[in-house]
């Protein structure tokens, strides 16, 4: 949520999806945080991306209250989650096996 908080902040906005450089800084910022934080995961790796992308919903709600729109703004998050779990879910998939193949059992 820290990472979203600054976004907010930084780019003035209540909603992270709503800064100008979202799209080009923010959201892939969080897929690379997603791999790293997905590579080092020992079990379930693709809950990072999950979790990461979610948690822009309490941002949202405490920079600008519950809404009439956010139940759209929980939806678009579920959307925005895929990729960047699919990017956690492959980082877990190749940590796991460069640390199986570096130490085998």
Excluded: K, N
Excluded at 34 to 47: D, P
């Amino acid at each position: 949520m820290c990472f979203w908080l600054v976004v907010s902040i930084v780019a003035g906005t209540p909603e992270p999806w709503d800064a100008e450089s979202y799209w080009t800084v923010a959201y892939p910022i969080s897929g690379l945080l997603a791999a790293i934080i997905g590579f080092r995961s020992e079990h379930r790796g693709w809950l990072v991306g999950i979790i990461l992308t979610q948690a822009q919903f309490p941002v949202m709600l405490t920079l600008a209250g519950l809404g009439p729109m956010s139940a759209f703004g929980l939806a678009l998050l579920a959307a925005l989650a895929i990729p960047v779990t699919i990017v956690s879910a492959a980082a877990s998939w190749i940590g796991r096996r460069r640390r199986q193949d570096r130490y085998p059992p």
